[in-house]
């Protein structure tokens, strides 16, 4: 059985730092890529980030390009988000959620519950 | 990027209800719809991949339909444990994104 489990999640006053990680188990953690996907009550469901199986690549949303980091540990089948230069709008609950590429097909296929981020003075 | 819109926000129902929640896309997305199911405090749960295909798992009762903007997400026979809310997502352009969600309530 696939589990995604996050953690890291925390109050932060602006301008700071915190670094999420996501431990999964039940799959060949390397063979896929992984992504970060944030909700909040206003704006919903945003992707955040994407990193390729090997990490070789990674890709971002506009709106935290050059502040957000994804990274993974394959060895430890661990994801990772470091986040630098928080706002107030990156509060949310972040999801890591597997990244199922299936004939030309894209979706994500299982998810983590999330770890609140909370940025706030 | 690309909007996706749900209607309804909300749809009160019955068990044994058939429902129908669509999203619309704010251009073409061809069959790079898919769609997920999310109850409170929980993971959100895929149940439905490029417009028509259950995830394995995913009971008969859900259907999707559509092509290029438009697109339906049918649930015949409603059971209890289907009130939750549902959202769309397309995959065919970066960045990848999300209807608003459309939460099904008693």
Known sequence: ?121 | DIQLTQSPSSLSASVGDRVTITCRASQSISMYLNWYQQKPGKAPKLLIFSVSNLQSGVPSRFSGSGSGTDFTLTITSLQPEDFATYYCQQSHSSPRTFGQGTKLEF
């Not at chain 1, 050059?66 to 706002?87: A, E, W, Y």
């Not at chain 1, 296929?109 to 940025?119: A, E, I, K, P, R």
């Open chain 1, 1 to 121: 059985e696939v589990q995604l489990l996050e953690s890291g999640g925390d109050l932060v006053q602006p301008g700071g730092s915190l670094r999420l990680s996501c431990a999964a188990s039940g799959f060949t953690f390397s063979t896929y890529a992984m992504s970060w996907v944030r909700q909040t009550p206003g704006k919903g469901l945003e992707w955040v980030s994407t990193i390729t199986g090997s990490g070789g690549s990674t890709y971002y949303a506009d709106s935290v390009k050059g502040r957000l980091t994804i990274s993974r540990d394959n060895s430890k089948n661990t994801l990772s988000l470091q986040m630098n230069s928080l706002r107030a709008e990156d509060t949310a609950v972040y999801h890591c959620a597997r990244d199922e590429y299936n004939t030309g097909w894209r979706y994500f296929d299982s998810w983590g519950q999330g770890t609140l981020v909370t940025v706030s003075s």
